[in-house]
């Protein structure tokens, strides 16, 4: 039998904002290079495309590189690295205009210059958009550009098994190519993996089907630390049932949280008072962990309505009118009417807090490089970290620019320094396919169902490590979590087919999520105070003393992940008080 | 609970068997849509089916499927629609089909290529500065970059079907839509790389494609003002044979 192997210069796997940004930066950093883009599903069905309210990008006079590094830290709660967030409100507004440059259709005023729109744990208006579709637009914009270099070569629904790792550096990956059932080895001088969160461990998301976290275990399986696990975020305002997000836009141009009293309950919890007018870093535009927790308060105190998709709010912009709706956030009005069967013109929305964004991940440095010499990370799977314990909206898709770009960059420098591959990996490879085929086929009289452990696993995960945890909680999802794992080694495959076999590529996923999921409750289990998104009810108060550091999980054979830490880089701004809808010293 | 019957389109090529319909029996939820009862089946009754499915809300294009004979997004079409039943659910038309509710799409990717969908400028401009583009500018093309790629329009084009070589209506909507956009000076490099469509005349405004576009793109006028232009073009080379201007 033929082995099918390839070879590339750079392997970027995942072809969402950040995979695709790289591969631009790796064609544009040096033209001789072959760049090979691995993901399972087509570019455009990636989960940038889902991305709603907007970019953040500092543009305007009013505006200052610094008000963008002190809202994202503080909203971050003093977890970002500075340094990084430094240097990415530095490049963000550069990239956002090459991104204008290559179509993105961004909404403007009507001088033609880019329009701003206000955002949540903002001071200044500094969200770029397009309409409600910023991610759609982006994601496309970048992949309909990637297509005019024809050094990018792409493996379209390859599903990556494995990284090959040889002589102490990441040298490629396995990928099944899911089309045929058929194993191949790619190999590559350097590798950059850009495949987005992990918002499947959860039950009830905003994220796409295939947000597995991947790419995650991928790294973590090789011995890469992921950072900073423990923070989740929860979005606040969520679709019941479906999960889908309803746009911080939405309150951005004025519309409220209602409880079932009709009471805009946000100004009991230390966000401001309620004002007509949309006001920044205030009540609605507060931070999406504190609102999130808000509605928890107010859930315990039976102030939510109940639905039979579990209890909501209202999210009411019926104020706004027909008009500033249409324009504004139409995506908002399609979505509700096509998936909820209710207009946001007439009638209120309900709305509850849903997991959106993992703010951990790869842990890299700020050129994107990981612990793993060759082994590069960009977008929501990596950690650099910008977004600490809890990300502000409208910074993820400037990050996948910023970061995709530099990781890209950085594997195109590392690979045109390297002459040869290592010769090993037929060896390696045959060990591999042979290990997958036992594993993953028909034939291996497996009994547990996926979707039964994926369901258990999602409960767990709701339970034990969801807006508020403690040590009890967390201990018992940690159990449970491994009693699944032992499980899914007997995992039944009952399609024989290896043709577009989806129930292959679904165990796949959940062996990935199942090895995200560890690494969220261990982590989550030693951070012994409260933090942003990470919420301990046993240790309510942030302890700058002894947790001013990201925690790393590193993988153990048949243990739970070891958890390290290490320093949070301060260079300007001293931990203080996150200050919302009053005044404050640091202004 | 009511239940309703669903029959799917199953082709498994390495059983050697024809294509034939299967009957699953599931619940009639009135919070699903189509793509929930495919996972309710997956999940529940037949591990063995397969489809592709992603965002569940209408924008990554991944879950198009001909539903009781008109392509649509299955996340976007309730299932209770068509109580009582049955419902029938197949691939797209107009594509090989790969397996089950899957369609094979490579031919689309290498048209998209083809028509050079990105901004062909000699220079990008400073990364100090924007282009400017005024709203109106904007909504000259914005209607034709809302295509999501999700191929309903080529599954009920009938050119398409009769001529492979026919770009196609995503492909080519999204020519114009760079052809329209203030910021791009590449129409006649898309219109040469287009010259070689005979597909594109036999393309009659019938207007399926613009019919069952889920984001009102309407592939079918820019297919129209594509002929005007092409004709255009095609006289100036006739009449003008030093008219390389641009």
């Known amino acids: 039998m033929s082995l099918p192997f390839h070879e590339c210069d750079v392997l970027i796997i995942g072809a969402g904002g950040a995979g695709l940004r790289a591969a631009i930066a790796v064609a544009e950093t040096n033209p001789k290079l072959s760049i090979g883009v691995v993901s ?92 409600d579709k910023t991610g759609f637009h982006m994601l496309h914009t970048l992949f309909q550009t990637s297509l005019k270099y024809s050094s990018v070569f792409r493996f379209d629904e390859y599903f990556v098994t494995d990284l090959i790792v040889e002589e102490g550096r990441c040298q490629g990956a396995l990928a099944l190519e899911i089309a045929t059932g058929t194993i191949h080895a790619i190999k590559a001088k350097s590798v950059v993996i850009c495949t987005g969160g992990a918002g499947k461990v959860f039950p009830f998301t905003t994220n ?102 579990g209890d909501f709010v209202h999210l009411d912009v019926r104020h706004l009118g027909a008009k500033t709706i249409n324009n504004k956030i139409p995506f908002v009005r399609e979505l509700c009417l096509k998936y909820e069967n209710i207009d946001p013109v007439k009638e209120m929305i309900p709305v509850r807090p849903v997991v959106h964004y993992m703010m951990g991940g790869i842990d890299t440095d700020i050129e994107g490089a990981t612990s793993l010499p060759g082994l590069f990370a960009a977008g929501e799977c990596a950690c650099v970290s910008i977004n600490g314990a809890n990300r502000l909206g409208s910074n993820s898709l400037t990050e996948l620019l910023v970061f995709g770009s530099r990781a890209g960059r950085s594997a195109a420098t590392f690979s045109t320094r390297q002459d040869t591959f290592s010769t090993g990996i037929g060896s390696l490879f045959e060990k591999e396919n042979s290990k997958f085929l036992s594993k993953y086929s028909a034939d291996n009289n497996g ?141 | 609970m009511e239940t309703i019957e669903i029959e799917v389109f199953r082709y498994q090529p390495e059983k050697g068997s024809d294509p034939a319909f299967q009957t699953y029996e599931i619940p009639l939820n009135k919070d699903w849509v189509i793509l929930d009862a495919l996972n309710h089946i997956k999940d529940h009754i037949d591990g063995s089916l397969s489809f592709r499915w992603s965002c569940r809300m209408g924008v990554c294009g991944s879950c198009g499927m001909v539903v009781n004979g008109k392509p649509v997004l299955t996340c976007a079409t309730f299932l209770e629609k068509f109580a009582p039943g049955p419902v ?63 191929m309903l329009c080529y599954s009920a084009c009938p050119v398409y079907g009769l001529e492979p070589g026919f770009t196609g209506p995503a492909a080519l909507a999204l020519a114009q839509r760079y052809n329209m956009d203030s910021r791009d000076q590449g129409n006649r490099d898309r219109m040469e790389a287009l010259s070689d469509d005979t597909g594109m005349w036999q393309c009659t405004f019938v207007g399926d494609c613009s019919a069952v576009c889920p984001k009102n793109v309407d592939p079918a006028g820019a297919i129209q003002r594509y002929k005007v232009e092409g004709a255009t073009h095609w006289w100036k080379t006739l009449l003008l044979p030093y008219g390389k201007d641009r």
């Open chain 1, 208 to 309: 796409a089907a295939i947000k597995t976290g991947d790419g995650m275990a991928l790294a973590y399986r090789a011995g890469v630390p992921l950072k900073d696990m423990e923070f989740v975020q929860y979005h606040p305002t969520g679709l019941p049932f479906t999960g889908i997000l309803i746009t911080e836009a939405a309150r951005a141009e004025g519309g409220h949280l209602l409880n079932k009293d009709g009471y805009r309950y946000l100004q009991d919890y230390d966000l401001g008072k309620p004002e007509p007018k949309p006001v920044l870093r205030s009540m609605e535009l507060g931070p999406r962990d504190r609102l999130s927790q808000a509605f928890v308060k107010e859930q315990e105190s039976g102030r939510t309505l109940q639905g039979p998709y």
């Open chain 2, 88 to 150: 029938r659910i197949e691939p797209l038309d107009n594509f090989p089909v790969v397996r089950d509710l899957v369609i094979e799409m490579s031919d689309f990717l290498d048209k998209l290529q083809k028509v050079k969908p990105w901004i062909i400028r000699e220079e990008e401009g400073s990364t100090e500065e924007e282009y400017l583009q005024t709203p109106s500018q904007l909504a000259d093309y914005k209607q034709y970059s809302m295509c999501i790629n999700c």
């Open chain 1, 447 to 587: 009994s547990e169902s996926i979707a039964e452990i994926r369901n258990e696993m999602h409960s767990t995960m709701e339970e034990g490590a969801g807006i508020y945890r403690t040590e009890a909680s967390l201990k018992k999802s940690m159990d449970a979590v491994k009693s699944l794992k032992v499980r899914f080694e007997n995992v039944k495959i009952s399609d024989s087919s290896k043709t577009f076999n989806t129930e292959v590529t679904s165990a796949l996923e959940l062996s990935c999520l199942l090895d995200v999921a560890e690494t969220v409750i261990q982590s989550a289990l030693h951070r012994a105070e409260s933090r942003g998104s990470h919420q301990r009810t046993d240790f309510p108060e942030r302890n700058d003393k002894d947790f001013l550091s990201h925690s790393l999980a590193y993988k153990k054979e048949d243990n739970v992940p070891e958890i390290k830490y290490k320093p949070v880089i301060i260079t300007k701004w001293p931990p203080g008080e996150r200050v919302y809808g009053r005044e404050t010293k640091q202004s």
């Open chain 1, 40 to 131: 399972k599903v087509y570019p455009m069905r990636s989960h940038t495309v889902s991305a709603e309210g907007g970019a953040a990008a500092v543009i305007k006079d009013d505006d200052s590189l610094e008000h963008h590094a002190y809202d994202t830290i503080s909203g971050g709660d003093w977890m970002s690295d500075q340094d990084a967030v430094e240097l990415f409100v530095k490049e963000a507004p550069k990239e956002m205009i090459r991104l204008e440059h290559w179509g993105c259709p961004w909404s403007r005023e009507d001088n033609g210059k880019v329009a701003v729109r206000p955002f949540g744990g903002m001071k200044n208006k500094r969200t770029w958009f397009a309409a």
